[in-house]
């Protein structure tokens, strides 16, 4: 379960996030993930936001949850370019 956490971390920079990948290029070029507590199951959702500011950076936002509840959080920086 710790494993699929770390894994699913690296999706913090997706979630939330409304871009048209058709048009946009995005990066994450660091991720850090605060671990609260061990998680108790394989089952790993994600709820997350992502914060785009005109000059193309931007953050993303993430808390990671089990069956139990909120295990984690993450936090990426992202750099956005036209295609």
Known sequence: PFVRLCALSDFASGSGNDLDFARFVSIN????????????SDW???????????????????????LSGRVARAQASLDVAGR
Do not use: F, K, N, W
């Open 29 to 40: 070029p660091d991720l850090t993930l605060h671990v609260e507590r061990e998680p108790t």
């Open 44 to 66: 790993i959702g994600i709820e997350g936001r992502t914060d785009i500011r005109p000059d193309g950076t931007a953050q993303s936002l993430a808390a990671l949850y089990d």
